[in-house]
């Protein structure tokens, strides 16, 4: 009898995991725990699902990319509900146990909903976060003629194009000065604002909004903060997302804003590891407790959980606080590391054109790379995310930095 | 050992003459022939890039088809994948251009196709016994070999210089 994995979430981190262990051990008995009816699948592409590029087919793990171990046990529709260190078990929300000899906690995280915004609980609001969110979206805009998003992240941006490419009506309601203000300062997204406003989305900034009114047929519409009010058949919530670590409750294990994960993934109680949205890893740049939900970090740390969970020790190397690539609009996106440079003493360089910005940001003293921000852009953007990540000595290429002629042979030994 | 070949750089082989680049945009055109893929719009585009370096030395640099290829672990649409031939390959059809992988390159080897909006790189020529920019080469700085040979080759060479140095 080979040696029991139990998964508790099965999305980037928990299948990178469950895949990385089947490879290392071959006899090992792997269960994995979703709490989704839908088989795993890769979660970023949901935004194609609501303007139907895509179908629930086309973007299973299943198969592609590192998920091609087989062997691996996936239980969807099995929510943790309790977890008992000392019998190692844990209980689905279903009443079912299961012993463990390892777990893994990538359990994810939930949208978050504001709780002074009234009436989020209405037919026709939607958090993006599932397949099957996804697939409600699709079905509302069948009907709905105007869609209200509330927060311009990332992934509501990309929920709006989906919905404008449906010819739905768009208007986005962000409360900062800018879109996508988590990803760079409000003057630097200038070729991004325009590039938005020419496919037709409407965007009101420094806004919030205060209720979402009803009628028979659920949403009608928003109220906002300046006392106005916009009729819509459909609101997307995106106000970023909260780690999902309610079935730990009760137990004595470190949480702080996520799950407490030493340098090798594993938590503070022995024989249980976590990756993902769910846990704290530690931003090699600034060297602060970070949790981020992007796919690229939740597979990279689930690889790392994986390998320690089989014995392998291996350190994780951190997680970019900021770090996504992106296109929208037509306009490619990546912003890494400290970008946000307004009023800082940061070593800053930007070079712009009428439709591209690149902005490199070196720290105080001038002697490392710490950030950059590229749109429209994007050359050579891996190579700048190795210096930053990797903390490389930047003598001799800092000039190759600045001007954007960097390539990898000034990296080669001479 | 693996028995599976790689394309290795010797930069000190290399002249820039830039043969490789123009080979790999033909084999990579609709026709694979130079005169229609230079009428051919959008024209096609090389997957490997030469650089320039200290004085003089030139640098062909190509996908790496990395052992733990980050660009494998980030792509969000499942459109990276390792091949029977150990090539890592972008499938053209689940490519959705989000540049995750373009990120994530430490070579800055993945290119941005703004026609099509999808991401391209080195593919080791499939259809073919050699890559086409190995084939192209003709200063042997571009090779395909099995990491075997190659080691066993800068072995050898290796042990000449110093048997030349210790005689001369």
């Known amino acids: 009898m080979g040696r029991k994995y139990v998964i508790v979430g099965g999305s980037a981190a928990g299948m990178a995991a469950a895949h990385t262990i089947r490879k290392k051990d071959r006899n090992g008995n792997i269960t994995v725990l979703s709490n989704e009816k839908a088989q795993p699948y890769f979660r970023p592409m949901i935004p194609y699902i609501i303007n139907g590029k895509k179908r629930p087919d086309d973007i299973f793990l299943s198969g592609s990319g590192i998920f091609t171990q087989g062997g691996i046990s996936v239980k969807t529709g099995f929510g943790a509900k309790s977890i008992d260190f000392q019998k190692k078990t844990v209980t689905t929300a279903s009443g079912e146990a299961f012993l463990y000899d390892k777990i893994l906690f990538s359990s994810g995280s939930t949208p978050y909903l504001p709780e002074n915004i009234e009436g989020l609980d209405s037919e026709g609001v939607f958090s993006l976060k599932t397949l099957s969110d996804a697939q409600g979206m699709a079905k509302r805009s069948e009907t709905a003629t105007h869609v209200v998003m509330l927060g311009g992240g990332i992934l509501n941006l990309k929920a709006a194009f989906a919905l404008l490419e449906k010819k739905l009506s768009v208007t986005m309601v962000v409360y900062s000065p800018e879109v996508l203000s988590q990803l760079m300062d409000p003057k630097d997204a200038f070729p991004i604002r325009n590039a938005l406003d020419n496919a037709g989305l409407n965007i009101i900034t420094g806004i919030s909004a205060t209720q979402v009114l009803t009628d028979s047929s659920g949403v009608c519409g928003v109220a906002l903060d300046n006392g106005s009010q916009i009729a819509c058949q459909m609101v997307c919530v995106g106000k970023g997302v909260v780690p999902d670590t309610g079935f730990l409750n009760g137990n004595d294990i470190k949480i702080d804003k996520g799950i407490f994960s030493d340098p090798y993934t594993q938590t503070s109680i022995k024989d249980a590891y976590t990756a993902g949205d769910v846990a704290v890893a530690i931003d090699p740049v600034t060297g602060e407790k970070t949790v981020t939900s992007l796919w690229t970090h939740a597979v990279e740390m689930g690889i790392c959980a994986g390998l320690n969970m089989t014995g392998s020790k291996t350190v994780y190397t951190g997680t970019l606080g900021i770090m996504n690539a992106t296109q929208v609009a037509d306009v490619p996106l990546v912003s890494m590391g400290i970008v946000h440079t307004k009023n800082s003493e940061y070593e800053t360089h930007a070079k712009k054109t009428r439709l591209t910005y690149r902005k490199i940001v070196f720290s105080k003293d001038g002697t490392r790379l710490i950030g950059a921000l590229f749109i429209g852009d994007i050359k050579n953007a891996g190579i700048y995310r190795y210096v930053i990540r990797e903390k490389k000595n930047i003598n001799g290429i800092k000039s190759h930095l600045i001007n954007h002629t960097v390539h990898y042979g000034h990296f080669m030994q001479p | ?168």
């Open chain 2, 1 to 168: 050992m693996s028995d599976l070949k790689e394309i290795f750089v010797n930069t000190q082989h290399c002249t820039g003459c830039l043969s490789c680049k123009l080979a790999c945009a033909v084999q990579h055109s609709k026709n694979k022939d130079l005169f229609s893929a230079l009428s051919q719009d959008p024209k096609p585009k090389s997957r490997l890039y030469v650089e320039w370096l200290w004085g003089n030395t030139k640098v062909p640099v190509l996908c790496r088809h990395c052992e733990d290829a980050p660009c494998v672990n980030a792509c969000i649409s499942g459109a990276i994948t390792r091949a029977e031939n150990n090539a890592v390959i972008t499938n053209t059809d689940k490519c959705i251009g989000c540049w995750t992988c373009v990120m994530v390159c430490p070579y800055g080897v993945i290119g941005r196709d703004k026609d099509l909006k999808i991401a391209y790189r080195c593919d080791r020529c499939p259809d073919q016994d050699h890559p086409a920019c190995v084939d192209a080469c003709p200063t042997e700085a571009l090779t395909y070999a099995t990491v075997d040979k190659f080691s066993a080759e800068k072995r050898q060479a290796a042990s000449r210089e110093v048997a030349q140095g210790q005689g001369g």
